[in-house]
Structures are given as structure tokens and as C-alpha cells.
């Protein structure tokens, strides 16, 4: 559970003037100014959680022990005092540093979504402007799930700690993970903005439509069903959306100069990759890296590729990889069933 606050209606603040929304897509539409802006049209929107972008364990823990009224009074006694950078925090400081490059031509926009209230949450903001984050835009729930804004807010991915808030996005179709505790990364090389992503394949980027053939019937049957329909692409994933919103805005570089690269990391081995690669074919998007381990330990590889965040649906493998680099857990498909 998380910090309801104390009686604060929910509330989402919005700054439209700074943001590169494009008008059709202005959180809530909120503004008439908004529907007469012209923004970039080739936009990347990525909505997180106070928790994800911050260290909020101490408060976090008075909350559990000591209940909502403990909370609130914590927060608001130490609101001058700047939030440590969280697990996700490297991630974002990379996402927005894209602004740089993409000019007019597109915009990274980071949303904040918070079950605080605006009150508690104020000690937030505090740190974002204390870090120059350049996140203009927020909403506050005061403790109901503030899923329901991320399509309002027409994010592509939303980051959340609470693994019920993530749940409830996808369930709503966007692309969702839960950012699992590890120490903070390392604060971003000024000579390394290059963002880095990588993904698991089947129930991340594709369906788990050949994982549950695997579950049910074992890996001979699944192999010969992926040798069987090598020529048939398979269906979305749920992270599909947020791939091509990503190949969007790679697009707009030279591929030599793009400053965003992604990864394909899955256990699949030949002869089951083929059918992989021609779903990519199908789909006309470039993955610029793609390891087959073939049932290898995920982890040294994305060290090795030094991803920003990974996206996998199999608890395991999160387990394995969140010592390595940041790991978001996608609890979508067959492999998440028995926790439902």
C-alpha cells in the first residue's frame, strides 16, 4: 500500500508551456491555449512514479509502521530535504538529455504520477527542481492508483514501484513494468548520453502466445512449432507501442548518430530465432542489437551492453538481472498467472 495523504482531493497538476505536448494529445485538454500550440510531432511519453524516480524508503517505511498521519507529518518536516536519486533516476536524467539532441524535430516528455497528495508531495517536486529534472507535469491521486492518468497523458511507458498500479496499466494496454529495489545507478557520464534499452521478447515485446505452448507441452513442441511458423509474424506484445515510439525517434538521426539504442535479449536459441527476426521484419523495426542465449543467464549480457533498464516478464530472470542493471518486471502473460 501507498501514502494516501491526508484528505487532499486528487489532483494533477499540468504545465502545458514547456512540455511539447502535441495539441490533440495535451493532458486532459485541459487548456483552450493548449489546442492552439503547435508541438513537435514526433513525441516520446514517459509516465513514473515518485518511487521509482527518488529514494523514498525512509518515508516509506514510516508510512508502513506508523500509518498515513505519521507520513504526512514526515514529509511535510523534511520537504527541504532533497531526495536521494532512486533506481530510475538515470533512466529519466537520460530520457530528458534526448531533448537536447531531437530540437525541434521531437520531445521527450517525463510525466510524474504519484499517490501522494499534492501536500506530500511537494518534498518531491523540491527534489526534481533541486536535480533540474525538467518534469513539468504531475499528478497526485492522495492514494488511489494513478493508472487512469496514463492514458490521459498519452504516455508510451509508465515506471511505476506499486506492482498493482502496473497490473492496472496494462490491463488498460500501455506498456507497464515495476521497477524492483537496487542501489542507485551511478550519476550519467557526461560523455555517455547514449540511452540504452533492452527487452525481453515473448509477453514483452511479443505475445506469450509460443511461451505457453512451451509451458503446456514442453521444448520440443515449442521448437517445432517456431520452425512450424517461422514465416508467420507473431502477435503485439504489450511493449510493442513503446518500441516503435522509440524507432520514432531514432529515426530522426543518422543510424550512426542516433543517441538511443536498443537490445533484444531472450532466451530463444536456433532454430526459434527466425521467427523472431521476421516478426521484427514484418513489424519494420530495426532492433539494433539482438543476443539469442539459448537458456543462458541474461545478466552478464546486458552488463555487457550497459542497459539504462530491462524489460522481462519472468520473475526469475528479473532476479537474476536487477543486480546488473536497472530491471523493470512485466507481470503480463502465462509466466504471471499464478500471482494473479
Not at 69 to 94: D, M, N, R, T
Not at 153 to 174: I, M
Not at 309 to 322: K, N, P
Amino acid at each position: 500500500m501507498s501514502p494516501l495523504g491526508l484528505g487532499e482531493p486528487a489532483l494533477a497538476l499540468v504545465s502545458t508551456a514547456n512540455s511539447g505536448l502535441a495539441p490533440e494529445q495535451s493532458p486532459g485538454r485541459v487548456a483552450s491555449e493548449a489546442a492552439t500550440t503547435t508541438g513537435p510531432q514526433i513525441r516520446l511519453v514517459v509516465a513514473i512514479s515518485s518511487r521509482a524516480l527518488f529514494d523514498l524508503s525512509e518515508s516509506h517505511r514510516v508510512f508502513e509502521e506508523h500509518g498515513v498521519e505519521a507520513y504526512h507529518a514526515y514529509q511535510v518536516a523534511h520537504e527541504g530535504e532533497i531526495l536521494a536519486p532512486g533506481v530510475a533516476f538515470s533512466l529519466v536524467k537520460k530520457l530528458l538529455a534526448l531533448n537536447e539532441r531531437l530540437g525541434d524535430r521531437g520531445r521527450v516528455e517525463v510525466i510524474l504520477l504519484s499517490r501522494n497528495s499534492s501536500d506530500t508531495g511537494l518534498r518531491v517536486f523540491n527534489s526534481i527542481r533541486h536535480h533540474g529534472l525538467a518534469i513539468h507535469c504531475a499528478a497526485f491521486t492522495s492514494g488511489a492508483s494513478p493508472y487512469r492518468y496514463v492514458s490521459a497523458f498519452g504516455a508510451h511507458l509508465f515506471l511505476s514501484a506499486d506492482r498493482d498500479d502496473v497490473r492496472q496499466a496494462l490491463e488498460a494496454g500501455c506498456a507497464a513494468a515495476t521497477i524492483l529495489p537496487a542501489p542507485a545507478r551511478p550519476a550519467v557520464d557526461d560523455d555517455d548520453e547514449e540511452l540504452r534499452i533492452a527487452f525481453d521478447g515473448d509477453a514483452v515485446l511479443f505475445s506469450d502466445e509460443s511461451e505457453r505452448i512451451f509451458r503446456a507441452e514442453g521444448l520440443a513442441a515449442f521448437t517445432a512449432n517456431e520452425v512450424a511458423a517461422a514465416q508467420k509474424p507473431l502477435s503485439d506484445g504489450p511493449f510493442k507501442g513503446f518500441l516503435v515510439a522509440l524507432r520514432r525517434i531514432q529515426a530522426l538521426f543518422p543510424i550512426d548518430e542516433a543517441p538511443l539504442r536498443t537490445a533484444l535479449i531472450t532466451a530463444r536459441g536456433a532454430p526459434t530465432h527466425e521467427r523472431v527476426v521476421r516478426t521484427l521484419r514484418a513489424w519494420n523495426i530495426r532492433i539494433d542489437e539482438s543476443l539469442f542465449l539459448d537458456g543462458l543467464s541474461k545478466g552478464p549480457f546486458l552488463a555487457a551492453f550497459d542497459a539504462d533498464i530491462f524489460f522481462d516478464d519472468q520473475e526469475h530472470h528479473c532476479r537474476d538481472t536487477q543486480g546488473h542493471v536497472t530491471t523493470g518486471h512485466v507481470p503480463h502473460g502465462i509466466a504471471n498467472l499464478r500471482d494473479t
